[in-house]
């Protein structure tokens, strides 16, 4: 009788308890993120060796009306959900439930983007309806009366877009990336967005779809190819060196305190320039000066008005932006008179810019000009000029 008492003993411990340890209810119920948004996948993981019954075969727990899982939200509920354990002999049970959201516009076109609906038994075939602002309830019952309870939130987040770079050069691609993971519509497909380009020489712009990285991700990618000499078009940006590009979209998906129909812009900037140094942008030529009908002057005298007259020269293949700038200064080098021209220069054009300055008192003046981007941007396109007269 002893003999055949350790032989059951042994045998029983080779294929594990027949059912749960109620005395010592360890069941654990992990989740895979501790946030979910109203489309994501949610991966559930709950450990418990104890219902590990046979050690020879993949277990399967919650599907019973004696010991259910219940995955729930205030509204709706999969009841009786199966979870699988992982392996032979792991007591590791998981199970899969894709959230369906609620009907809603996410991307502002007029159409509804969401199937809201509740179905399904596991491990992984279960949909589950959620509001904005709600939670998702995960519920075992171990065992009679004791029922092991664990809890995430779903929210909707506030989206962000970036360009990859501050700064891209002409003719070359730029790439802007959008993390909003509202907008991860169905998790087991790639997903797209809509964005808006614009650049301070087309403020029209284009639009561009934002393909999402992977199928569960969030994170959506465009890329753009910068043009000085093409009108924009599907995927091209028309823009000029010193321009700044201009990516948005509008997020239609916020958290409180915004409500379900409100919508706002998420924007972002990056500067455009030229692979040239901007200091060989314009050719800008010695100064001359004439009087009012344009006849060269070789003298000058008091009182008596004339024009300071620059040249400059676009030598590249694109339209320029500029401010032209004339300082004079006296002999102590105060500056006596300042002033400045905007203006854009075509590829390969030539542009004389005149200022009139009338001379008030004798001595020896010293005639400065420069070429800048622009009054806020002093970056400059050409060497500065500066001669030097005489008033009599």
Do not use: C
Not at 61 to 66: D, H, K
Not at 94 to 110: K, P
Not at 165 to 177: H, I, N, P, T
């Amino acid at each position: 009788m002893l003999q055949f008492l350790l032989f059951f003993l042994i045998l029983l411990s080779a294929f594990g308890q027949n059912a749960p340890n109620y005395n010592e209810p360890y069941s654990p119920i992990f989740t895979d993120k501790p946030v979910y948004s109203w489309t994501d996948k949610m991966k559930i993981t709950i450990i418990s060796p104890s219902w590990n019954s046979d050690r020879h075969q993949i277990d399967s727990i919650g599907e019973t009306n004696e010991h259910p899982i219940k995955i729930s939200t205030s509204e709706h509920s999969l009841d009786q959900y199966r979870f699988t354990e992982t392996d032979v002999n792991s007591g590791i049970f998981t199970a899969e439930v894709t959230l369906t959201g609620f009907t809603h516009d996410a991307d502002g076109d007029g159409d509804f983007d969401t199937t809201p609906r509740t179905i399904g038994n596991g491990p992984t075939s279960g949909f589950l309806e959620v509001d904005r602002d709600s939670a998702i309830t995960i519920s075992f019952e171990f065992a009679d009366a004791v029922v092991l309870v664990e809890s995430v939130p779903v929210r909707w987040n506030v989206g962000t877009i970036n360009f990859i770079e501050d700064l891209f050069f002409l003719e070359k691609s730029a790439m802007v990336r959008v993390i909003d993971v509202d907008m991860n519509l169905n998790p087991e497909a790639i997903d797209h967005l809509p964005i808006q380009f614009f650049s301070d020489s087309d403020v029209a712009g284009i639009e561009v779809n934002a393909i999402e990285t992977s199928e569960n991700s969030g994170s959506f990618i465009a890329t753009i190819l910068l043009s000085q000499n093409s009108h924009s078009s599907g995927n091209r940006l028309y823009s000029l060196p010193g321009d700044e590009i201009f990516a948005k979209y509008d997020d239609h998906t916020l958290p409180k305190p915004y409500s379900k129909s409100d919508n706002l812009a998420i924007e972002t900037t990056a500067r455009i320039d030229s692979s040239i140094p901007p200091i060989e942008r314009i050719k800008n030529s010695q100064i001359t000066f004439s009087d009012g009908l344009g006849n060269v002057l070789q003298s000058f005298s008091q009182n008596s008005q004339m024009q300071i007259v620059g040249t400059i020269l676009n030598e590249y293949d694109f339209k320029q932006k500029f401010v032209y700038m004339f300082q004079v200064k006296n002999d102590k080098h105060v500056v006596e008179s300042i002033s400045w021209i905007q203006g854009e220069i075509s590829s390969q054009q030539s542009q004389d810019i005149s200022q009139s300055w009338i001379p008030k008192k004798s001595g020896i003046y010293e005639i400065e000009t420069f070429v800048w981007r622009s009054i806020n941007d002093p970056t400059a396109l050409s060497p500065l000029m500066s001669t030097l007269i005489t008033i009599p």
